[in-house]
C-alpha cells in the first residue's frame, strides 16, 4: 500500500488523530482473521504480513506493510465487527493505533478527505485485482514470477548485476504469496536458477533477467505503483 508520505497531502490529515502507539513483536499478530475490529493502524516501524487463510488451510499473502502503511482499512463503515484478515509481524516495530469509530466520523464530516480516501481505496482494489489475475490466468509458475516482479518494484535495488531483493523471504513466504506449496517453489526456483535468470546467496534474491519473468506471464506494463506487494 501507498505509504503516507505518497499520499494525496488532503489524505494525510486522515492520521491527525492518533489515539495510542503500540509496539509490535516479531512472531506475533497484530490481528487475527475473526477477531473484534474496532482499531486500525499506521505502521510506524517494522513490517507486517497481511495475509488469508484459505479453505484448504493454506495461508495466501496479499501484502507486506511497512513504515507509513495503512493496515485494517477493509473494516470502514462496515457493518462486521470482525477482522476480515490475518496481520502477523515479521519485523519487531512500532504502529500507530486509530480508533475506527473516529476515523469513520472524521470521513463522513469532510467530504474532500473522504473523496480523497475513495481514490486511494480504488488503487489498492485495483492492486489486488491485477495480483488474483495473474493468480489466476498463469497458474503456479506465473503467480512465482508475478510474485517476484511485484517484489523487486517494492523492495528491489538495482546493481550491476541485476536487481536484488532487499527483502529475506523464504521458500515458504513465498509460496503463501503465491497460494501454493513449498515443494512447488523450490522447484520452480531452482529450475529458475539453472536458467540463470535468478540467483540466490544467503536468502537473498537477485533477479537477472526480469524481462524473461515479464514475457513468460504476458506482463501488461501496469504501472508501477498498482504491481507491488506493498
Not at 488469508?52 to 462486521?80: A, H, Q, Y
Not at 500507530?96 to 469513520?104: F, H, R, S, T
Request: include cysteine.
Amino acid at each position: 500500500m501507498q505509504s503516507v508520505k505518497e499520499m494525496p497531502v488532503t489524505l494525510s490529515h486522515l492520521f491527525d488523530t492518533v489515539h495510542h502507539i503500540k509496539k509490535i513483536e516479531k512472531g506475533t499478530f497484530l490481528f487475527q482473521e475473526g477477531s473484534c475490529a474496532d482499531e486500525l493502524f499506521i505502521v510506524q516501524s517494522g513490517i507486517l504480513q497481511i495475509s488469508k487463510i484459505i479453505p484448504d488451510g493454506r495461508e495466501l499473502t496479499l501484502r507486506m506493510c511497512s513504515k507509513g502503511d495503512f493496515v485494517g482499512e477493509l473494516n470502514l463503515f462496515s457493518p462486521s465487527s470482525k477482522y476480515l484478515l490475518s496481520a502477523r509481524v515479521v519485523e519487531s516495530g512500532e504502529v500507530a493505533v486509530i480508533m475506527k469509530d473516529v476515523l469513520e466520523e472524521k470521513l463522513s464530516q469532510n467530504l474532500s478527505l473522504s473523496f480523497e480516501f475513495i481514490k486511494w481505496m480504488s488503487l489498492q482494489y485495483r492492486k489486488t485485482q491485477t495480483k488474483f489475475r495473474d493468480l489466476v490466468l498463469h497458474g503456479k509458475k506465473g503467480a512465482l514470477y508475478s510474485t517476484l516482479i511485484r517484489i523487486s518494484n517494492s523492495y528491489g535495488i538495482k546493481t550491476n548485476k541485476g536487481i536484488m531483493i532487499e527483502l529475506p523471504l523464504t521458500n515458504q513466504e513465498l509460496a503463501n504469496f503465491c497460494g501454493t506449496s513449498r515443494e512447488v517453489v523450490n522447484r520452480l526456483l531452482s529450475d529458475l536458477r539453472k536458467a540463470g535468470i535468478i540467483s540466490i546467496d544467503k536468502g537473498t534474491i537477485t533477479i537477472h533477467n526480469i524481462d524473461y519473468l515479464k514475457r513468460e506471464i504476458d506482463c501488461e506494463d501496469c504501472p508501477i505503483e498498482i504491481c507491488k506487494v506493498d
